[in-house]
């Protein structure tokens, strides 16, 4: 067989292993499914946050509740002497009674607090989720890129032979043979550089999903190339709608608005009821109709919050607080929509430069290569020509990897702008 039907037998045949390797797929990759819902049931920051909301369930029933009564008991060492005759022993019952509606604000107030930490939870799982699928998206670059680099290996190798061959032959020369050893030697570094980068890649992964940091990580065969269309009025309205940091602000809005109404409240006293029972012993020699009959009696306690001072101040403090939170709140929306218009940006931008992969770059440098593979067997190129070609090849599929890898990311970006799901 001849050196050049040789040659181009293996560049078609890397040629089409390339074409496979950055095939697009459609639809979602089972694997970042099941990545993302590991992450999502083990990752410790997030169960830390549950546990939290957890915690804040609890405090609805403290704070929403009467404190304990009040029992006290008296033992008098000098009983005082009565008409009926000396008291002994009192017993006393109080309990302190707050402001008819003091408590159903403070269990209301709890109650928000409860929904803000759904809402940071909600937003903590929404970050897992991105972080997950940028991790997997970038180890499908390297784990793709290896691929190309192992297929452009192979062609490597023949055309190295190729040379050699017709080095010994007469009909090349020794430059060439050392330009295709140190072509070879080029994407060997190249390879130990994506090695190391997948080990890190794996490391955070696993960080992610509470694994120990040498658990074995699978390679990416396969993403989601499906391109994304719907307009960015649309992502901005939803992520308005259901983002989790505005969520998590109105609750806290709603929250300080029931504290100006507690702080109003400030002004309306807070009662004590108290029972008391004291013992008298019946003394002999006295003759009073009731001597020798226990006493009972009841007191109400009532304090009064003449210091209206301190009242205004609660309240101008809990209204500086609710116009806090709406500022904040103003902030976040800002901040949610520009979020949505980068990734938005960078989403458009990328998927046209995989349009001009798609629509024919790929293509011309596959045709680039093999005519010129022609024209060095016809003697009309050197072989650095047929180097440069095959390194355009290996640019363009390397490129487009990477650039399919930059486009899901970047909708992973955009979902987790629009609150974790896209319109």
């Not at 920051?45 to 549950?50: E, G, K, P, S, W």
């Not at 929403?64 to 009040?70: K, N």
């Not at 074995?216 to 719907?230: C, E, G, K, L």
């Not at 045709?367 to 190129?381: E, W």
């Amino acid at each position: 067989m001849s050196v050049f039907l040789r040659c181009a037998g293996v560049l078609i045949a890397v040629i089409a292993a390339l074409a496979v390797a950055v095939l697009p797929v459609r639809g979602q990759t089972p694997g970042l499914e099941a990545l993302v819902a590991e992450a999502l049931e083990r990752n410790p920051a997030l169960q830390a946050a549950r546990q939290r909301r957890a915690a804040a369930e609890q405090r609805g029933p403290q704070v929403a509740s009467y404190s304990d009564p009040t029992f006290s008991y008296t033992r008098w060492l000098s009983s005082p002497e009565t008409r009926v005759g000396p008291q002994r022993n009192v017993l006393a019952f109080g309990q302190k009674i707050p402001y008819p509606g003091k408590l159903s604000l403070r269990g209301d107030m709890s109650d928000e607090e409860t929904a803000a930490e759904t809402a940071r939870i909600q937003s903590l799982a929404r970050d897992i989720t991105h972080e997950v699928k940028r991790v997997y998206y970038d180890l499908y670059r390297v784990d793709r890129s290896l691929r190309i680099l192992d297929d452009y290996l192979v062609m490597l190798e023949t055309f190295t032979g190729a040379a050699e061959e017709k080095y010994a032959t007469g009909g090349g020369t020794q430059a060439d043979v050392l330009k295709s050893h140190v072509e070879v030697s080029e994407v060997l570094k190249r390879r130990i550089t994506l090695e190391g980068e997948r080990a890190a890649l794996a490391v955070r992964l696993n960080a992610v999903l509470s694994r120990p940091s040498d658990t074995p990580v699978d390679q990416v065969a396969a993403i989601d190339t499906t391109r994304y269309n719907r307009a960015e009025t649309e992502v901005v309205e939803r992520a308005l709608a259901v983002r989790q940091e505005l969520a998590a602000i109105d609750a806290r809005i709603r929250r300080d608005e029931l504290g100006v109404r507690l702080a109003r409240l400030a002004n309306r006293p807070d009662f004590t009821v108290q029972a008391s029972y004291v013992t008298v012993p019946k003394i002999g020699g006295n003759v009073a109709p009731d001597a020798g009959k226990d006493a009972f009696g009841v007191m109400l306690n009532v304090n009064l919050p003449l210091f209206r001072k301190r009242v205004r101040a609660e309240v101008l403090e809990a209204r500086a607080r609710v116009e806090e939170s709406r500022y904040i709140r103003e902030n976040i929306r800002d901040t949610v929509a520009a979020e949505v218009a980068e990734a938005y940006g960078r989403l458009r931008h990328s998927g046209r430069a995989l349009d001009i992969y798609e629509q024919g770059l790929i293509a011309q440098a596959e045709n680039t290569v093999l005519a010129t593979l022609a024209a060095y067997q016809t003697g009309q190129m050197g072989f650095l020509d047929l180097l440069d070609s095959e390194r355009m090849v290996l640019r363009t599929r390397l490129g487009y990897v990477e650039e399919s890898s930059r486009y899901r990311t970047y909708l992973s970006l955009l979902e987790r702008a629009a609150g974790g799901s896209l319109p």
